[in-house]
C-alpha cells in the first residue's frame, strides 16, 4: 500500500528543492576536476548510548582517513523516536539525515514512501553476494535494493550463572521448564525468575512463534495475531506474569529490565547481542564468565525467536550522494563489521566477515550466528513497521490485567485489518 505522493514525484521534488539536503554541505560529493569525496555526511545512528554509540561514532568518524576531505556528521537519534522522525524530515524536505540506521522492518516502509535512493549498480553496494541471505532479504523493496544490511541478531535468554548454580537449577529449554526454573530461584535465593518487558512487543514475538503464531500471513494477505495461536501466545505471557515466574512493567522496559538483570535482582531476561557490551556494564557481569546464553524457551509448537537487525540507507533527497555511498559501503565493509564484532559482539551480514579472527573467536557470535539461521523473518512489507503499535498497546494491557488475552488478541487483529486494507 502506497501513501502520499508517489515516490518519482517526491524523488523529482525533491532533487529540485534547495531545502531538501540531509548534509550541510550543498558540494555534490566530489571536488570539481580531482573526482575526491567532500563535503559533509549526515548518519542518523540509533544504536544504544552509552555503550554501542562510542564505537560506532569512533568508528564512523574514522572514514575521514580514507576520505579527509569528508565530514561525518554523527547524530545518535533514539531508536524509539526515529522511524517517525526520518519519515517527518524526509517529507518536510528538511533536516533528514544523508545516511540512517534503518531498523529492517522501517526499511521496505520507507522505500515504498519514496524516500530512500536506489543502491543497485551504486559504490554502496559491492559485492551483494557476500551478504548472508536472510541479512539481505529486508533490503529489497519491488525488485530494487533501497539498502545494505549492516548487522543481523535476534534473541535468547541470558541468564545469571551464579544464581543459578545458588539455585541449582538448569537453563530452562521449555515455558514449562521456565516456571519450574522460576520457582525454585525464588525457593532458593528470593530472587525473580525473568523479568519480561511489558512495554515493547518485539519481546512477545518468541512466545508468539512458539505456539505457531505470526503476526500476518503476507503470502495469503491474512491476519493471523488473532488466532487461536495468537490468543494462545497471550495467555502464555500472561501466566508467566501471573504465577511469579515473571516481572514486567508498562514503562520504562529497557532500563528496567537491564538494572534489575545487571544488579542480580533477576536471574534471567530475554535479549540480543546488541544488549551484551550494556550487559557486561553491571556489577554482577564483571566477570563477563557469569553471563550465560542460551536459546529462548520453547512453546507447544516450536522454538523460535525473531530475526532482527539493521541496514544503513541513503535518504533519496541528499545532496552528498557519492560520499554517502562511499560512506555506506565503508560501515557495511567486512574489516569495518570485524572492528564492530570485536567491541560489540554484534553480528555482522557478510559471509566473508565470519573468517575474520575477531569474529571467530567471538563466543557470542557463536552462540547466536545459528540462531540467526534459524531465526524467524517478518515479513517484509511496508506496513511491518506500523504492526507494532497496536500489538504493543494490547499486549500490555494483557500483561498489566487491563484486558484479557481473547480481547487483546481480538483488538489487534481488527487495527492490523484497518491497517491492511483488503486483507483477511
Excluded at 540512517?100 to 526499511?107: D, F, P, Q
Excluded at 520507507?110 to 524516500?115: H, S
Excluded at 498497546?393 to 483488503?422: I, M, N
Aim: proline share 4%; aromatic share 10%.
Amino acid at each position: 500500500m502506497r501513501r502520499g505522493i508517489t515516490a518519482t514525484a517526491l524523488v523529482a521534488a525533491l532533487a529540485l528543492a534547495a531545502t531538501a539536503c540531509g548534509s550541510e554541505d550543498k558540494s555534490d560529493g566530489t571536488s570539481k576536476g580531482s573526482g575526491e569525496l567532500s563535503g559533509t555526511v549526515t548518519w542518523w545512528d540509533t544504536s544504544t548510548v552509552g555503550s554501542e554509540d562510542k564505537v560506532f561514532k569512533k568508528i564512523a568518524e574514522d572514514f575521514t582517513k580514507q576520505h579527509p576531505k569528508v565530514h561525518i556528521k554523527y547524530v545518535n537519534v533514539p531508536f524509539g523516536d526515529a522511524q517517525n522522525k526520518f519519515k517527518n524530515a524526509a517529507q518536510s524536505g528538511t533536516d533528514a539525515p544523508d545516511v540512517i540506521r534503518s531498523e529492517v522492518a522501517w526499511t521496505p516502509e520507507f522505500a515504498d514512501l519514496g524516500y530512500l535512493a536506489p543502491l543497485d549498480g551504486t559504490s554502496a553496494l559491492k559485492n551483494p553476494g557476500d551478504f548472508l541471505k536472510q541479512a539481505a532479504a529486508s533490503t529489497k523493496y519491488n525488485g530494487k535494493t533501497y539498502a545494505v544490511p549492516q548487522v543481523i541478531d535476534s534473541m535468547g535468554i541470558f541468564y545469571n550463572k551464579k544464581i543459578f548454580k545458588e539455585a541449582g537449577v538448569e537453563v530452562p529449554a521449555t515455558v514449562d521448564e521456565l516456571k519450574t526454573v522460576s520457582k525454585k530461584i525464588k525457593d532458593k535465593t528470593g530472587k525473580t525468575g525473568m523479568y519480561l518487558r511489558g512495554d515493547d512487543a518485539y519481546w512477545f514475538l518468541s512466545f508468539l512463534y512458539g505456539e505457531g503464531g505470526d503476526m500476518v500471513d503476507a503470502s495469503t494477505k491474512s491476519v493471523t495475531i488473532d488466532n487461536p495461536a495468537g490468543v494462545k501466545a497471550m495467555k502464555v505471557v500472561k501466566d508467566l506474569v501471573d504465577s511469579g515466574a515473571a516481572k514486567t512493567d508498562a514503562t520504562d522496559g529497557w532500563d528496567n529490565m537491564q538494572s534489575s538483570f545487571k544488579d542480580g535482582k533477576v536471574a534471567m531476561i530475554i535479549n540480543g547481542p546488541w544488549a551484551v557490551a550494556d550487559t557486561y556494564a553491571g556489577k554482577e557481569f564483571k566477570d563477563k564468565a557469569n553471563l550465560g546464553i542460551a536459546p529462548v524457551p520453547a512453546g507447544s509448537a516450536a522454538q523460535g525467536a525473531p530475526q532482527g537487525g539493521h541496514n544503513l540507507a541513503v535518504y533519496a533527497g541528499s545532496k552528498n550522494l557519492d560520499a554517502s555511498y562511499a560512506f555506506v559501503d565503508y560501515m557495511t565493509s567486512a574489516d569495518t563489521q570485524a572492528k564492530v564484532t570485536k567491541e560489540l559482539s554484534l553480528l555482522p551480514t557478510r559471509t566473508s566477515a565470519y573468517t575474520k579472527e575477531e569474529v571467530v573467536d567471538n563466543e557470542i557470535v557463536g552462540f547466536f550466528k545459528p540462531v540467526v539461521e534459524t531465526a524467524v523473518e517478518r515479513p517484509w512489507i511496508p506496513e511491518t513497521g506500523s504492526l507494532f503499535a497496536p500489538l504493543v498497546t494490547e499486549y500490555t494491557k494483557v500483561l498489566t490485567g487491563q484486558t484479557t488475552p481473547e480481547k487483546g488478541a481480538k483488538a489487534t487483529g481488527d487495527s492490523y485489518r484497518k491497517l491492511l486494507k483488503g486483507w483477511k
